[in-house]
């Protein structure tokens, strides 16, 4: 009985992470938390990826450009 209990409860949390990566906080399980947690972009995985990623090489572009800028050659 506890295997299957513990079996259950794996469905359980592994149901909610998948609702959760694919629909955030805010979108899981139909929106039911919508309300306490504000609403992500509607955009996907893949793109707010890129984005994050450009956001993080334009920064490093910057500090590469201030760092060529102080050399002393």
């Known amino acids: ?41 509607n955009r996907s995985t893949p793109d707010r990826a890129q984005d994050a990623f450009q956001r993080a090489y334009n920064t490093s572009e910057k500090r590469v450009d201030r760092a060529l800028e102080r050399d002393p050659d």
């Open 1 to 41: 009985m506890s295997r299957l209990i513990g079996f259950v409860l794996m469905i359980l949390a592994i149901w909610t992470g998948l609702e959760i990566y694919n629909h955030g906080l805010a979108g899981a399980f139909g929106g039911v938390l919508g309300s306490a947690f504000e609403a992500p972009a």
